[in-house]
């Protein structure tokens, strides 16, 4: 995700490896059969195939879509079958969704309360589709088409959570840095149509408290970064951190409580839902 492979994360996120599937790990045993089969360790391996030993650990282990010179340089090394070559078109893989924000993902689905602090981009539940597209596109290494519609995808499923036809409906709380809103991702079409869509959903989802960090706030209980907060519906809390590349689930009590506390003073730090709503009204109106 980096951002929320996407909320979550997120953005950039193209080199991260894709989660495992039943084809991925069937062709990755194949690969290590055929390989073991010819002798080879998986040092000479890699040299043969000139890809990284660590590379092909993760094929053979089916946590990594082999890309088509890796299929053809493994074929010819472990003999010219043509197993691997015609079981690569079949290969599929988990999806849209950051292998590290998976766990998160699964909490998020079920959460009654779910708290959000973000300072980086607009949390993924609350990104228009342009605006998911443009956040995409920013951070490097551009993903390639499939891989972008299969992000966006995940992202846009993701916010029918948001539902106030949900038994029971799930309580929000976000908080998002004004520098955020203001930065003009994608540009300002792109921002019109952000603005739009988060006062749309504040309006008529009830259950959505939005909150903005103004630019100007001497005292800011935030600055060690984004924070989520989940509640279960057996009222355990489990939050998420993230931050480039990675992403953290969090179960210890003891570490829940102090980013309860930061973030219950983050709320007290930002402005009011009321004012927020008309910053966004402002900032919307000033396009």
Not at 55 to 73: H, I, K, L, W
Request: charged residues 25%; contains cysteine.
């Amino acid at each position: 995700m980096a951002y929320e492979n996407t909320d979550g994360g997120a953005a950039g996120a193209g080199s991260c490896e894709p989660g495992v599937s039943d084809s991925l790990r069937t062709f990755g045993a194949v690969v290590q059969a055929l390989r073991e089969h010819a002798g080879l360790s998986r040092e000479e391996f890699a040299e043969l195939v000139r890809f990284s030993k660590h590379t092909v650990a993760s094929v053979e282990q089916g946590r990594r879509m082999p890309d088509r010179d890796f299929v053809e340089r493994a074929e010819v090394a472990t003999g010219g079958t043509g197993a691997l070559r015609a079981a690569a078109p079949h290969l599929t893989r988990q999806a849209g969704l950051a292998s590290w924000f998976r766990e998160w993902a699964r909490r998020e689905a079920t959460a009654i309360s779910l708290y959000t602090y973000e300072c980086r981009v607009v949390p993924g539940l609350l990104q228009p589709e342009t605006y998911a597209r443009a956040v995409s596109l920013a951070v490097p290494p551009l993903p390639d088409p499939e891989e972008m519609e299969q992000r966006i995808a995940a992202r846009l499923a993701r916010q029918a959570l948001l539902a106030v036809t949900r038994k029971p409906p799930t309580a929000f709380s976000f908080i998002m840095e004004q520098a955020v809103l203001e930065r003009g991702t994608g540009g300002e079409e792109v921002t019109r149509e952000l603005f739009d869509h988060l006062l749309r959903l504040v309006e008529r989802n009830w259950n959505v408290e939005l909150q903005v960090m103004p630019l100007r706030q001497p005292v800011h209980a935030g600055v060690d970064g984004p924070m989520r907060l989940a509640e279960t519906p057996d009222n355990r809390w489990f939050a998420y951190s993230e931050g480039q590349q990675n992403g953290r689930l969090i179960s210890s009590p003891k570490e829940i409580s102090l980013l309860q506390q930061r973030y219950a003073k983050l709320r007290s730090q930002a402005l009011t839902p009321e004012d927020s709503v008309g910053l966004l009204k402002r900032l919307r109106g000033a396009l």
